[in-house]
């Protein structure tokens, strides 16, 4: 049976309300997503790890993770980083690349 909106005198339902979602920041500008494998080759290793940390530094992911690592980890990470770059930048490269400042004097080594 159809009923015309004359003959038809009960109210309208109310329209369902979504459900309230978690409030998730805005997106950063998707990039070009490169695949991410590792194990082939060391060049494929490389062009995965970075597209890997790329994708872990957006800020959608951080503003989203950051909230709920424990204070150990958030160390942990600094820690770990640090001493990649330590290991593995000079001081100069440090402070242009990473700090992306003008490198004070190079240290006594």
């Known amino acids: 049976m159809v009923l015309s909106p004359e003959k038809n005198s009960s109210p309208p339902l109310p329209k369902a309300q979504p459900e309230a979602q978690p409030e998730v920041p805005p997106n950063d ?8 494998c590792f194990g082939l080759d060391r060049a494929t290793d490389e062009r995965s790890l970075a597209a890997f940390l790329a994708r872990f530094a957006s800020r959608r992911l951080l503003d989203t993770l950051a909230p709920r690592l424990e204070e150990a980890e958030i160390a942990a990470m600094v820690d770990y ?29």
Do not use: V
């Open 29 to 36: 500008p998707p990039p070009a997503a490169p695949p991410i």
């Open 81 to 109: 980083l640090g001493r990649i770059m330590k290991k593995h930048l000079s001081h100069r490269e440090y402070h242009q690349l990473f700090l992306q400042s003008a490198p004070e004097e190079e240290p006594e080594p």
